[in-house]
């Protein structure tokens, strides 16, 4: 699915640093940019939501 590199990406940093999401910020904002320009486009993911994509419901 769309974005899904990007949100197993999260997943393995997260695991690499003990789920400390400060070490893995640039992978959730490679996430949210993505999302973003998915939803903009009128596409979807189930590894997206409008909340990681910025938007509000």
């Excluded at 789920?19 to 893995?24: F, I």
């Excluded at 997206?48 to 419901?57: F, L, P």
């Amino acid at each position: 699915p769309p974005c899904q590199k990007q949100a197993c990406d999260i997943q393995a940093c997260l695991q690499k640093h003990n789920y400390q999401e400060s070490h893995c910020q640039q992978y959730l904002e490679k996430l949210r940019q993505c999302c973003a320009t998915l939803l903009a486009k009128g596409g979807s993911s189930p590894c997206c939501s409008k909340k990681i994509a910025g938007q509000s419901t």
